[in-house]
């Protein structure tokens, strides 16, 4: 069989390198004294072989004259880290070269300084420092190679070799500055939906551990007296509920362990764990049934905690505000969906109203939130016979399963 050749969408993995990218890792300095000696080079060139003014032949330039280049050009390798002594070297460079008459210039050159420093300074020491002294060298390096040329002439010549380049160089730098300001938003989004993930975790996780505690305690204050068996049966759920939940909000926030140290981290709960869960609240002395019908099947894993988080929290809500209710959990599976019910036949929208029922603030907002990433649906309210009720569907459509 022929294997299969990449599409030309195919993207590397991201331990394969491009050679993009092996070139973007090179150390900015060597590239930088690249460009210094190839303009020393063109300055060379230029000087020895072009022309002067009217087509007339340059003078060959003395030894002074390549010192000047090599001043004007070997501090371009450090344009980016020291911008402005960089542009000030070139620049008086550039005016000491045009002086001696010698054929040789350095326009190039002081192009690149001045849009380095205006691509790498901020605004106060652009408008302070960049501005003057790029004008300055460009007027002076005009006046003092052409005496006789007119105010248009260094006009336009000072544009071209200052104006222009710093033009381009801020845009260069506000661009930069704005890619910046989009990174720090979306590590900063990034790190709020985070914060906002673990919160409706823990959440899930203590809340129904924390609400079964505070039953069996009050049961057991009331029977420790008349019934000191009882009160040590409902001490021990305490203990066992506890037990549970700090393994819980453990792996959770082993989450946050930083990388390379260990923790000890469960599998994520799912509806294999209905029963233990439903166990726990019958032990804080609220009967609850479950009900199945349809053929179960594996969910994704992600879907499957979703599942088992609606029923624990819409359990836990039982368990705080319909004390002495009946319970029933429904799971119903069709084909392209798994409907998931919840309801009690406690006192419902009243008690709901005046004790202001959990599924009304963070459990409400966690839920939906979690059941919506799925592309499923989430319904609470009061039942009419009585009692409260939570029912949620979750597709299970091949776009869901992946």
């Known amino acids: 069989m022929t294997p299969s050749r990449p599409s030309p969408g195919y993207r590397r993995g991201v331990d394969t390198p491009t050679r993009w990218d092996r070139l973007r890792r090179v150390d900015p ?13 063109l300055g060379v060139l230029g000087a ?44 008086a460079a550039t005016a000491a070269l045009a002086a001696r008459e010698s054929g040789a210039d350095l326009a190039l050159s002081l192009v690149v300084a001045s849009f380095a420093a205006a691509a790498h300074v901020d605004r106060e020491r652009f408008q302070r420092a960049v501005v003057p002294i790029a004008v300055v060298a460009a007027v002076a390096s005009l006046l003092l190679a052409y005496p006789d040329t007119n105010w248009v002439e260094v006009l336009v010549g000072t544009t071209f070799s200052a104006g222009l380049p710093m033009l381009f160089g801020r845009i260069a730098y ?5 890619f910046a300001g989009d990174r720090e938003r979306a590590a900063h989004d990034a790190v709020m939906a985070e914060r906002s993930r673990i919160a409706r975790e823990l959440h899930d996780a203590v809340a129904h551990s924390m609400s079964v505690m505070v039953v069996q305690a009050g049961a057991a204050r009331t029977v420790i007296d008349r019934d000191p068996e009882a009160a040590k049966a409902a001490i021990a759920r305490i203990e066992e509920t506890g037990r549970d939940g700090l393994t819980e909000m453990r792996r959770l926030i082993g989450v946050l362990t930083a990388p390379g140290t260990e923790a000890d981290l469960a599998p994520q709960p799912g509806l294999a764990q209905i029963e233990a869960l439903l166990e726990t609240v019958r032990g804080a002395g609220v009967p609850v049934e479950a009900v199945t019908r349809g053929q179960p099947r594996p969910l994704p894993p992600s879907a499957d905690l979703i599942a088992y988080r609606v029923v624990q929290e819409a359990l836990t809500n039982v368990v705080k505000h319909a004390g002495g209710a009946h319970a029933r959990v429904l799971l119903d599976w069709s084909h392209d969906a798994l409907a998931i019910e919840v309801a009690d036949d406690g006192p419902g929208a009243t008690a709901v109203a005046a004790g202001g029922h959990d599924l009304i603030g963070h459990g409400l907002i966690g839920m939906r939130e979690r059941v919506a990433l799925y592309g499923g649906s989430l319904e609470t309210g009061a039942r009419p016979g009585g009692g409260f009720s939570v029912r949620v569907r979750l597709p299970l459509g091949e776009g869901s399963a992946s």
């Open 48 to 91: 020895t072989f072009g022309n002067g003014p009217g087509g007339t032949p340059r003078a060959t330039p003395g030894p002074e004259a390549y010192v000047l280049l090599v001043l004007g050009c070997a501090p371009l390798a450090f344009r980016r880290r020291r911008p402005v002594t960089v542009l000030t070297l070139v620049g």
């Open 174 to 178: 506000n661009r930069r500055r704005r």
């Open 29 to 41: 300095l060597i590239w930088d004294s690249l460009l210094a000696a190839a303009l020393f080079v």
